[in-house]
Each structure stands twice: as C-alpha cells, then as structure tokens.
C-alpha cells in the first residue's frame, strides 16, 4: 500500500478549518503561463513510503532500507529511482488539475461550507493607503478586485466598483484593488498611479508585482472579485464582467450580517446598456486575444519571429484569419514587437490583421524617436489610404486634415482603435515610422445589442 508522508497540519488551522494561504500555495499556477509542475509535489514523493505487510521496505528521505520481515530482500535501486519518478511526476499532474479547479474549491466552500476558509493576508507595495490587513479590518466587509489597467474586462467592470465603494465604504465596506500587472510596464508604480487617476479610483490599491496576493488567493482571473465577511472568511468569488446586481447583493447580505438594522440603498442600475438582465445582445465568436510577443504570440509570416533582434518581415498576399502579419523592420522581444523603422526614410515599419469583432483595442508603450509615437491606421486595405469610417474609429483615433486616421501613443496603456456597433470580418493595417513604438496585445469585443 502506497501513502503520502505530509505534516498532520498542513493546509488546516488550529481548529481544524481549512486556510486558504495553504491552499494557494499548492493549487496556484503563473498567471502569465503554464509552469508545469511547482509547489510540492517533488516534496511529496520524496517522502513516499512504501509499506509491504505493514513493515517499511523503502523511504527516499534516506539510504535504501534492506528490512526483509516479508521475505523481499533486495530492490533493483534504478527501479526503486524509477518508481519514485513515476509517483513524482503523478502528483505534478494532479497538483496541476487541482490549481486549474483551484476556484471551484474556494466556490464550493464559499457557498456549503461559508465559515471554513480564512482570507490570506495582504502584500506591502500601496500606491494610496497605508498598508491594511486582513486581521485590522475584522468587523468590516472587504472586497478584493483584481485588476490590470491595461485589461478591457477590467475596465468595464470598474464604474461598478467605483460606486459599491461609494455607496457602502461608511457603512461597513472596504474595497481594495489588487493590481497584478500582465505586462512588465504595469509593475511600475507612476504608471499605475496614472491609470489610478485617469479612472478616478478613491479606494486602496496594493501593487502584487511578484503575485504573491495572486497566488495566495489561487486567483487566475482578471478581473476577479473576492468578498471577505467580518470574521475575515470568504464568503463570494465572481471571475469576469458580469453578475453586478448578484455581486452587490452579496455585499447588501454580508453587511446586513454586521448590522441588521443598516438602511442600503437599492441595487444600481447597469452602467452600460450591454450589462442590462433585459438587453437581448448578439455574441459571435470574436477574434482571440492575439499577443504580439514571441512568447505568447506567433505571426502568419512563415519565418516566424525574429527573436530579440531587428529583422525585416516579407509580408504574403493576405493574413489568415485571426492572425497577425508584419511587413518591413521590427524588433521581436519575449512581450512584445517593436517598431524598428527609420523616422524619415525607408520602409515603414507595418501589420496586417484579419479579425472578427465589433470593437478593437491595442496595448501600447510609446518609443522615443519621435516622442509621442504615431501609428496609422485604416480598415479594409483594398486602398492602403483608406482611413477609418467616423462609425468605426475607437475612442483614441484621431483624423488628419487629409481625412488620414491615426493614433498618438504617450504613454503605455490599452488604446481604442475600432469600436462600431455590429459584429464584422475585416483586415485592419497598421504602419509606423516611430522608431521604439511598442506593440503588446490585441483584445476584441464581439457582443452587440441586438437590432
């Protein structure tokens, strides 16, 4: 019979109920790519002990034992090594299924069990509060968001938070925003300070640049929002946009639970006409999150990229669907693709996209040569000079006196390049001459009102 050898303890608190700190530490996973194996599970087989008849014959925390009371004598030790291997890589399979579901265990104690699982506790790094915890906010309810500036999700969901904030901080809420950055520019504190501003955010936000936050909540989602009950246990989870009217009520309830006699206003109404119980939307399948970086992304140019170096791209007659192009010179890095063109002369630096969406966004990072960086942009390239529509240009497209579309990249963030009001299939083209000029992601959006 085969066991696994662990402290009695592990993942239980004093008095028997699960804590969560533990639960993230094993079932958490990167949230920017799949690691394979991490937390313990080579731990775990190193202390596995194989018993026959109820006597020890081999435990790999020491010298092979010889222990021969059942009449097994001698163990081929290459066998013994590969059996050890066999059980180590199981438990990395099985601890790597338990951080996909890791959520499910929080939802399933959450609603059956909803006095069984602690909160962990918070990180240093605060942009606009002094450091909290979990233990000095007890008697309070706290929601936990998740967020990146540079997220489309996120954003939508933040009017929403904003309010809650505002509604219920004087009567017994506590909103904090944990920013966990999806790119390396967002880990900088003035960046964030920024996208803080622009979204007049008034609530605490912690930066969780290591994800240490991230992890000890198994969390794997942005956005992502965790409610925390007065005695500090986990009490809700919703992954994504969506569900605002549930999500309030659930604060309503857990504020309820601390005063029952609290006067709370009605639940507000949906902010956005596509967030209405009532709106009856159109949903095709969009275009994916398309990155332009050699380590999440790929191109339809059949050399691929170019790592970490300046190469010169031959574009094909059309992208595939759903694929991105280059053309001319760039710089691949591991996040993302650099404009490498000269600023006055030669060929500019191009991209080719065939997507499927109603609206479009672009993370970008300005370069220095010229600064602010320029990109321009047109739809549908039967004429490389045609400019965008007026009833298509996202909200950071702007119009040249020749009728030429275009867009100014100060600073790095999440840009508007399409927004219409119906599902499309089209090929947008993008060019620039700002040499540096920074290009990470791709996002869409597909769901419209229905006509």
């Known amino acids: 019979m085969l066991r696994l050898c662990r402290q009695p303890t ?4 004093d008095d028997g109920r699960l804590d969560s700190r533990q639960i993230g530490a094993r079932f958490s996973r990167d949230p920017l ?24 014959a081999l435990e790999t925390h020491g010298q092979p034992q010889n222990i021969a009371t059942n009449g097994i004598r ?10 050890v291997a066999d059980v180590a890589r199981i438990l990395k399979m099985i601890e790597k299924a338990l951080a996909v579901h890791a959520e499910r265990v929080f939802q399933y104690f959450m609603q059956f069990e909803p006095r069984q699982v602690h909160a962990p506790e918070f990180g240093q790094q605060w942009l606009n509060s002094p450091p909290l915890s979990i233990r000095a906010l ?18 939508h969901t933040l009017p ?15 909103v904090i925003g944990v920013h966990a950055p999806e790119f390396f520019f967002a880990r900088t504190a003035e960046n964030v300070i920024q996208a803080v501003k622009e ?7 912690l930066l969780d640049n290591e994800y240490e936050v991230w ?43 601390i005063d029952p006699a609290v006067s709370l206003p009605p639940i507000m109404e949906p902010v956005r006409p596509l967030d209405k119980p009532e709106a009856l939307t159109v949903c095709e399948r969009p275009t994916p999150e398309l990155y332009l970086g050699y380590k999440r992304g790929r191109i339809a140019n059949p050399e691929g990229f170019t790592e970490d170096r300046i190469a010169n791209y031959q574009p094909g007659a059309q992208p595939p669907q759903d694929a991105v192009e280059l053309s001319g010179p760039w710089f691949a890095d591991a996040q993302f693709a650099a404009v490498a063109a000269h600023p006055a002369s030669g060929e500019p630096s191009g991209l080719r996209l065939a997507y499927s969406a109603a609206e479009i966004n672009l993370v970008m990072a300005p370069g220095t040569n010229p600064f602010p960086s320029r990109i321009h942009i047109t739809d549908d390239i039967t004429d490389n000079s045609a400019a965008l529509d007026h009833q298509s240009r996202g909200a950071d497209v702007r119009e040249e006196p020749d009728g030429s579309t275009w867009i100014e990249i100060d600073r790095p963030r999440m840009y508007s390049l399409v927004k219409r009001d119906r599902y499309v299939s089209r090929t947008l083209a ?14 869409f959006v597909s769901c419209v009102p229905r006509p």
Not at 74 to 83: A, G, K, N, V, W
Not at 430 to 439: A, E, I, K
């Open 160 to 174: 929403y938070v904003r309010e809650w904030n505002r509604r219920y901080r004087d009567r017994g809420l506590t």
């Open 10 to 13: 592990h993942g239980f608190l």
């Open 74 to 83: 001698d163990f081929d030790r290459d066998r013994r090594r590969r059996q």
């Open 138 to 155: 007890r008697g309070r309810v706290v929601l936990i968001d998740f967020w990146d500036y540079t997220c489309v999700n996120c954003i």
């Open 215 to 257: 992890k000890a909540f198994a969390n794997r989602y942005w956005p992502a929002k965790y409610l925390i009950d007065r005695d500090g246990y986990m009490r809700y989870f919703h992954p994504g946009e969506g569900n605002y009217a549930e999500t309030e009520c659930m604060i309503q309830q857990l504020l309820r639970e």
């Open 33 to 56: 790519r799949e690691r394979g194996t991490g937390g313990d599970g080579g731990r775990t087989a190193a202390c596995l002990v194989a018993r026959f008849n109820g006597q020890i």
């Open 199 to 205: 979204f007049q955010i008034e609530y605490p936000i």
């Open 430 to 443: 993008l060019s620039s001459r700002s040499t540096g000029l920074q290009l990470f992601a791709f996002t």
